[in-house]
């Protein structure tokens, strides 16, 4: 069974940047469909982006892009989500996801047959 690890988050000023890493232990990240989803208090989980196993497509919710990139590295079976240009609205958990594919509409990225969530990392964007 897959397990997956989130790191890297932080406190960033306005207009600051992190890179989220996503690891994976019991099975590779290659085989999954992965994504990146967040939940800021009060509010309900949002897919932020995900990337395809099969080509490595990449998806983004509106609110993200253009600021936001995720990556995979299959040498070192990781992904990345890179932050740049944060907001305050940005500031919420950040949890990786992996599931074996995409589910992509206008209004929401996510995951088809979700395997399995981190743990989350806190990301707070604050002057």
């Known amino acids: 069974q897959v397990h997956v690890v989130e790191s890297g988050g932080g406190e960033v000023q306005p207009g600051g940047s992190l890179t989220l890493s996503c690891a994976a232990s019991?099975?590779?990240?290659?085989?999954?469909?992965t994504a990146w989803f967040r939940q800021a208090p009060g509010k309900e989980p949002e897919g932020v982006s995900c990337?395809?196993?099969?080509?490595?497509?990449?998806y983004y919710a509106e609110s993200v892009e253009g600021r936001f990139t995720i990556s995979r590295d299959n040498a070192k079976d990781m992904v990345y989500l890179q932050m740049n240009s944060l907001k305050p609205e940005d500031t919420a958990v950040y949890y990786c996801?992996?599931?074996?594919?995409?589910?992509?509409?206008?209004?929401?990225?996510?995951?088809?047959?979700?395997?399995?969530w981190g743990q989350g990392t806190q990301v707070t964007v604050s002057s």
């Open positions: 990337i395809s196993m099969a080509d490595g497509s990449t």
């Open positions: 019991g099975s590779t990240l290659r085989y999954y469909a």
């Open positions: 996801a992996v599931g074996n594919g995409l589910v992509v509409t206008p209004t929401h990225v996510g995951l088809n047959d979700l395997k399995q």
